[in-house]
């Protein structure tokens, strides 16, 4: 079974520290992986997707294989990066989306 | 239009009743989904369309949900005699490209749906 795991439901830094939002996956084909994120008030969006390896919003995500994960990371937190973040899941190709269940950042002023 | 629109942005009803939700896609978009999300929970996957059919219907949660997209362009999902766990928003996005899972999907505002 696909399954997308988002281990912290909050995640609470100071603004200037560094941020990793974990996100481990469960899948036995290839998987495409992508973060999405939710500002207060705004429309869920695309953050960023592996296959781009680009960096958005000072924000970096890496496909460990290995590891099965694919941890979302940014070294210097802002206030503007409080937001709700989902990683999620699809087949090469596929149509079929899995998230996971989100993690809350706050970052403190 | 300018994003994927979805009505009515609230709907508050009484269990037993049956509730339809209406998304309209960016226009062109080939790829539609339908999600839910329940309070505490992530965004469980219901169905998406390719067109106007729809391959997968195995995610919708039980045979009081169907869904149909017509013209290629807007799709209702419509829960037949609600229950209380129904409760929930319920999302919908478009993507360009079926079949292409690095298109980005472009959400809606989701319905907020509550039974009584």
């Known amino acids: 079974a696909q399954r997308v795991t988002q281990p912290e439901k909050l995640l609470s830094v100071f603004k200037g520290a560094p941020v990793e939002l974990k996100c481990n996956y469960s899948y036995s084909g290839s998987p495409e992986l992508f973060w999405y994120v939710q500002y207060s008030r705004q429309r869920l969006q695309l953050l960023l997707r592996?296959?781009s390896r680009e960096s958005i919003k000072g924000f970096t995500a890496d496909l460990n294989k290995g590891e099965t994960s694919f941890h979302l990371k940014k070294p210097f937190a802002q206030e503007e990066d409080s937001a709700m973040y989902y990683c999620a899941l699809s087949s090469l190709g596929g149509n079929q989306f899995y998230f996971g269940t989100g993690t809350s950042l706050t970052v403190i002023p | 239009g300018a994003g994927v629109s979805q009505s009515p942005s609230n709907k508050v009803t009484e269990k037993g009743k049956d509730v339809e939700l209406r998304c309209d896609p960016i226009s062109g978009h080939t790829a539609l989904y339908w999600y839910r999300q329940s309070l505490g929970q992530g965004l469980e996957f219901l169905i998406y369309?390719?067109?106007?059919?729809?391959?997968?219907k195995s995610g919708l949660p039980s045979d009081r949900f169907s869904a149909e997209r017509t013209g290629g362009s807007v799709s209702t999902l419509t829960i037949q005699r609600t229950q209380q766990e129904d409760s929930a928003v319920y999302l919908c996005?478009?993507?360009?490209?079926?079949?292409?899972?690095?298109?980005?999907?472009?959400f809606g505002d989701g319905t907020r749906l509550s039974i009584l």
């Open positions: 592996h296959i």
């Open positions: 369309f390719q067109g106007n059919s729809a391959p997968d």
């Open positions: 996005a478009s993507s360009p490209l079926a079949g292409t899972s690095n298109q980005p999907q472009h």
